[in-house]
């Protein structure tokens, strides 16, 4: 049975060697199996350290075309000078065309001429007053002294002539007032002797007209009025002298000029009364009275007196006012020159100097708003830029409609289009690094220089487009090539930082590994290490991160050590030995599955 199965053997041996080395190979797996071992977990520790730390976005666009402007005036005028022609490189600042400034540069040289003044003006201000200012100014106050004096010596001449007006007045009024009594209430007019001359008068012609008692009833008003200021007045006079103090001898003159008035009111209505009786009785052909005429001749006589008088105490009380005026504006003017000179004396108070300092800083600005305006005369290029095109030559009219030339700018920026939560995250003004995949070699620093306000929705999502300008230029550069940037978002200086590897994620909050102190080396190295105890969970506070590392606020301090990564591996160990009972197949040289080096070992 044994030699049949070794002879079939022979008989085909590559199928016979193709089994040997099947059953080698399983046996080994079946041993790896049976015999592996797990290697213990390896961890790679960090330090805590301080550093600076950049949180950044990316994005992708491309190189934008050069930028086109057309400039045009400010002002209208005739075209004076051109400075540039089609395709001239120009900087910033050239003179590219002027607009005749005549005007402009005449309202400069006005302005200019003010803001001068004015600062003459504030020198004169601040400089001490000489001597003959403070001469004149002491002068003035003396002159405004001896006005108020003149003034109140005019004054007492004139309450000294009003008691001469008075005594004057009732010289005239005294003699007046018995004659009118006699005129009026006589009675030698009556043939009986009984009746006034007053009531004569009316009785007489009342049935031709009854007018005449009412110029009556006036008459005798007139006269018992005139009659009771003449005895209160009167009185008053004779208790008066002429060196009575000045109120009571105004006070005298207006009574007295009330008086006068009284008087020849009544001079008035006693005279109407007298003429309307004439009137009457011519007017029916019968002869009045012969003592009538007598009658309206006395009192022509006294109404001229009496008028006179009236006239004269008016004018008395008008020199009173004028005097008493011209003391109140002597004493105002010498308020005004005392407060004056001990100005001019003391120099310029703080209020002077501020309304001058303000008077000056007007003609400053005056003179800044003609400047500006002078320079609207000027058509400039903003920017370094080359002329496209020039639309205007000397002696052209120009408006501000009028297109000067139209010039392009060689300055590159680049246009990345970044979705709506990078670009929330950056601002103008933010540091750029910027690549071109058709430059590989070329970096170029860059800025933010514009952000879209408002976002372009495509298929549902919302980009915003951001302008980077470049920090230099480089000719390999061409408008319309891929850039790729790196926009830094921000940047922290001497904040505690730990690799990203180390920040693990815990119920939602951020936590690290610490190490039992025990199982941390003096040195501590990249090489893996393993832990005799179990690590501890550290809950901590992140700031901001990149691709490598992130900022620890709170739950750590510079020097802690923290996992950096854990290694766990699987290694299996197994030996084979050599056997003299292994089997051997008759006709196979070298050997089958043989232990030592030609044989399988688990690493």
């Known amino acids: 049975m044994f030699k049949k199965i070794i002879a079939s053997a022979l008989a085909h041996k590559a199928i016979s060697t193709a089994i040997v080395l099947v059953v080698i190979v399983g046996g080994y797996e079946t041993y790896q199996k049976l015999h592996g071992t797990a290697t213990p977990t390896h961890y790679v520790l960090v330090k805590v350290g301080k550093g600076t730390i950049s949180s950044y976005v990316s994005g992708t666009g491309q190189v934008s075309v050069s930028t086109q402007l057309d400039l045009k005036p400010k002002v209208s005028g005739d075209v004076i000078y051109v400075g540039v022609q089609d395709g ?47 001469l004149q100014a002491e002068n003035s106050l003396a002159q405004a002294m001896e006005s108020k004096k003149n003034a109140q010596d005019d004054l007492q001449k004139a309450y000294d002539d009003g008691f001469n007006s008075v005594a004057g007045a009732f010289f005239d009024i005294s003699p007046t007032m018995t004659g009118l009594q006699d005129v009026l209430y006589g009675t030698t007019l009556s043939n009986t002797g009984g009746q006034s001359n007053v009531a004569y008068y009316a009785d007489s012609v009342k049935n031709y007209d009854a007018k005449s008692l009412e110029y009556k009833s006036q008459a005798a008003d007139a006269y018992a009025t005139a009659r009771s200021g003449y005895d209160i ?3 008053d006079y004779k208790s008066s002298t002429q060196f009575s103090d000045s109120a009571t001898i105004e006070k005298l003159i207006n009574e007295t000029y009330e008086t006068s008035k009284s008087v020849a009111a009544a001079l008035k209505n006693s005279n109407t009364l007298i003429q309307f009786y004439q009137d009457k ?6 002869k009045p009275s012969a003592l009538s005429d007598t009658h309206l001749s006395q009192l022509s006589t006294y109404t001229g007196k009496i008028t006179s008088q009236v006239s004269s105490l008016y004018s008395i009380k008008n020199k009173i006012d004028s005097d008493k005026e011209a003391i109140i504006n002597a004493e105002r003017t010498i308020a005004e020159k005392t407060a004056s000179l001990a100005k001019l004396k003391a120099g310029a108070d703080t209020l002077d100097i501020q309304s001058q300092q303000l008077a000056v800083k007007q003609r400053e600005n005056a003179l800044l708003d003609a400047k500006d305006k002078l320079a609207d005369y000027f058509i400039r290029a903003p920017f370094d830029s080359v002329v496209a095109k020039l639309n205007v030559k000397k002696g052209d009219s120009a408006t501000p409609s009028t297109i000067i030339a139209t010039i392009i700018t060689k300055q590159q920026v680049a246009e990345i289009s970044m979705n709506e939560v990078d670009v929330a995250k950056v601002k103008v003004g933010n540091k750029v690094t910027l690549t071109f995949d058709a430059v590989p070699d070329l970096n170029i620093a860059g800025q933010v220089a514009e952000i879209d306000a408002i976002g ?3 298929q549902g999502v919302v980009s915003y487009m951001v302008k980077i300008g470049f920090a230099t230029q ?34 939602g909050a951020s936590v690290v590994e610490i190490p039992d102190s025990s199982d941390v080396p003096t040195d ?5 290490i393993t832990f005799s105890k179990p690590t501890t969970r550290q809950m901590i506070e992140v700031g901001i991160s990149n691709d490598d590392s992130t900022e620890i606020i709170s739950g750590l301090k510079e020097g802690d050590v923290v996992v950096g990564r854990t290694i766990t591996t699987t290694t299996a160990t197994a030996q084979t030995t050599q056997s003299s009972s292994a089997l051997r197949i008759p006709g196979l040289t070298g050997g089958g599955a043989r232990g030592g080096g030609g044989g399988f070992r688990g690493n």
């Open 233 to 235: 007045n009167f009185q």
């Open 456 to 458: 372009t929705m495509s």
């Open 88 to 134: 001239q490189i120009i900087r910033a600042g050239t003179l590219i065309a002027q607009i005749d400034s005549s005007d402009a540069e005449k309202g400069v040289r006005d302005a200019q001429a003010n803001l001068d003044s004015g600062h003459l003006s504030m020198q004169k201000l601040l400089q001490p007053a000489d001597d003959l200012t403070i």
């Open 281 to 286: 009785l011519v007017e029916h052909n019968i």
């Open 474 to 507: 480089d000719d390999r550069v061409k408008p319309g090539m891929t850039v790729s940037s790196t926009i830094i978002t921000d940047t922290k200086v001497d904040v505690l930082t730990i690799p990203n590897s180390a920040v693990k994620s815990q119920n």
């Open 524 to 528: 501590i190295t990249t090489a893996p």
